[in-house]
């Protein structure tokens, strides 16, 4: 009976030893399927961004911009449509829905942009003038108060008004006139003209636009050259 009782002892103790190892066998196992899962996790990802990236790679360069604005026309048509239905007009519903911090921010931006586009005709240069002088224009409410009272009903003329004519401007309003005829004169002289066409001159053009490129020619190069040309118009050029 010891004897068999002395066998059977240390198996126990093996049994409580083997537990621990087999559960931290167990721990092991269970973090390698944690990483073993979260591996093909971002496997799975890589692989979605790198189908994404390459769609957008074959996309235009302007995508981003088009698609954007096809979404805005989207919206715009959308909303056209229900102010239709409510009997509405859109434009007016668009400016209502504006904020004050926009509606300044644009205007900021049309100041910074130049308004100037060059010449294009006469009616559209008068117009662009006639738009820079009225910005200047600083209205004296003072002299304009004085003129409402002292001219009364006819502040406002109509056909049977005879006021038209009797107004007699002051002396800085005319100095100021005067002052802005001067700038023009002197800025319309600035002007590059038409150069007039010398029928002496030596004719080594084909047609107008070879003119220009000669005239360029001989403006950056034309002292390097001159002996050159000089013999091969006498013919003794080597």
């Known amino acids: 009976m010891a004897s068999s009782e002395e066998v059977v002892a240390p198996s126990n103790e ?26 093909n996790e971002a496997r799975k ?18 995508w981003e911009a088009k698609k954007a604005r096809l979404e805005y026309e989207l919206l715009v048509d959308q909303k056209k449509k229900e102010c239709a239905e409510r009997g509405e007009d859109y434009d007016r519903v668009k400016l209502l829905e504006i904020s004050a911090e926009d509606a300044e921010r644009w205007e900021r931006k049309k100041k910074k942009r130049n308004p100037d586009p060059g010449f294009s005709g006469y009616a559209e240069a008068q117009q662009r003038q006639y738009q820079r002088l009225t910005k200047q224009i600083k209205p004296d409410m003072e002299n304009y108060e004085k003129q409402r009272e002292e001219c009364g009903e006819d502040f406002h003329p109509t056909s049977n008004s ?77």
């Open 162 to 238: 005879l006021i038209y004519g009797t107004h007699v401007p002051s002396k800085d309003s005319i100095n100021r006139m005067v002052d802005d005829v001067e700038k023009q004169i002197e800025k319309r002289a600035k002007y590059s003209r038409r150069r007039a066409y010398n029928d002496d001159a030596d004719i080594d053009y084909i047609n107008e636009r070879n003119a220009k490129f000669n005239k360029k020619a001989e403006r950056f190069y034309g002292k390097y050259t001159a002996e050159i040309k000089q013999n091969l118009e006498r013919g003794t050029a080597v």
């Open 14 to 39: 093996e049994e409580v030893t083997e537990t621990p190892a087999a559960q931290k066998r167990e721990e092991r196992l269970r973090k390698f399927r944690e990483l073993h899962f979260k591996r």
């Open 45 to 62: 990802l890589n692989h979605q961004e790198v189908v994404e990236e390459d769609k957008r790679l074959k996309l235009p360069s302007n």
